[in-house]
Nanobody
Framework: QVQLVESGGGLVQAGGSLRLSCAASGRSFSSYFMGWFRQAPGKEREFVAGITWSGITYYADSVKGRFTMSRDNAKNTVYLQMTSLKPEDTAVYYC??????????????????WGQGTQVTVSS
C-alpha cells in the first residue's frame, strides 16, 4: 500500500511562512496527480493546491499568490511552500493521491491515499 506522511506544520505568526512536505514510502507516485487539502474545525475539507506528474500546478483562489506547490519525483515527495500566512489558514493540512481520471481536481472523493495530516496554526 501507499503511505503518505506530512511534516513541517507548526505555529507561526500572521505574515510568516511554513514549508510542508509529504513523503511517500515504498512505491513511487511519480505518475500521479497529487493534491493538498486542509480542514479547519467545523468546516469541510477543502482543496488547496494540486500538481501533475510534469509539475503543472493548480491553486484555490484563497491561496493564489501566497502558496506554491512543487514535487520531486526522485524523492517521492511533494511540497507546499506557504507565505504571508493568515489566521484563516489555520487547519490540518493533508496531502493525497488522486486515482480518478476526470478533469475535476478539487473533490476529496477523487483521492484514494491520504496522509495523517499536519497541523498549521497561524496566530494573529
Amino acid at each position: 500500500q501507499v503511505q503518505l506522511v506530512e511534516s513541517g506544520g507548526g505555529l507561526v505568526q500572521a505574515g510568516g511562512s511554513l514549508r510542508l512536505s509529504c513523503a511517500a514510502s515504498g512505491r513511487s507516485f511519480s505518475s500521479y496527480f497529487m493534491g493538498w487539502f486542509r480542514q479547519a474545525p467545523g468546516k469541510e475539507r477543502e482543496f488547496v493546491a494540486g500538481i501533475t506528474w510534469s509539475g503543472i500546478t493548480y491553486y484555490a483562489d484563497s491561496v493564489k499568490g501566497r502558496f506554491t506547490m512543487s514535487r520531486d519525483n526522485a524523492k517521492n515527495t511533494v511540497y507546499l511552500q506557504m507565505t504571508s500566512l493568515k489566521p484563516e489558514d489555520t487547519a490540518v493540512y493533508y496531502c493525497a493521491r488522486r486515482f480518478t481520471q476526470t478533469t475535476i481536481i478539487n473533490r476529496p472523493i477523487d483521492y484514494d491515499y491520504w496522509g495523517q495530516g499536519t497541523q498549521v496554526t497561524v496566530s494573529s
